[in-house]
């Protein structure tokens, strides 16, 4: 049976979700590291995994952003983006941090 997207997704635990959040709501040079290098950004908040390993799989596939929300919009959300994303029911895909399009996908998580 092929695997399913559950079967593939990538699992943010809730302490690293909470981590990547603190440093995009707080640190610039963190900020451009996520818009370049997500994978990269993510192993920098915490997550277990190798960069290079993350970039070999559709894991983060969907896990761009055009323009980041601004650090106070991020912070503002902080809570309830700390859960979005530790859910086991959404594809953890940061899309909520696209400038603009925060408040609408939390309101259908």
Known sequence: MPP????????IP????????????TDDAFRE?????????????GLDADPSRLRETSALA???????????????AREA??????SHNNHNNPH????GAMHAVLRTG
């Open 62 to 76: 969907c896990l761009v952003v055009d323009k980041l929300a601004s650090k106070s919009d991020i912070a503002a």
């Open 33 to 45: 590291l996520f818009k370049g290098d997500r994978h990269a950004a993510l192993v920098r908040a």
């Open 4 to 11: 399913t997207v559950s079967d593939t997704k990538l699992r």
């Open 14 to 25: 809730p302490e690293v979700a909470d981590r990547l959040l603190q440093l995009l709501a």
């Open 81 to 86: 983006l700390t859960a979005h994303l530790a």
């Open 96 to 99: 909520a941090f696209e400038a």
